[in-house]
């Protein structure tokens, strides 16, 4: 989130997109987790973390209108 924040605020808000809509696809199609394998996104620790459902909510809301 702050690194999607930081490249929209200083012009790079393709990159900013970009990687907002792969970390969305993510937690869509894993879950909501703590973490996630670097590699293959898949779900590690705590299932149903909060800050990763409230990032999905801001990115959706603000990258895939």
Known sequence: ?????????SGKEKL??????KFVK???EN???ENFDALTGEALCDP???WTSSVFLILAHEYLN
Not at 16 to 21: L, P
């Open 31 to 33: 879950g909501f987790a």
């Open 16 to 21: 900013a997109k970009e990687i907002a809509v």
């Open 1 to 9: 989130m702050l690194l999607i924040d930081g490249l929209a605020k």
């Open 48 to 50: 149903g973390y909060t």
């Open 26 to 28: 993510m937690a869509a």
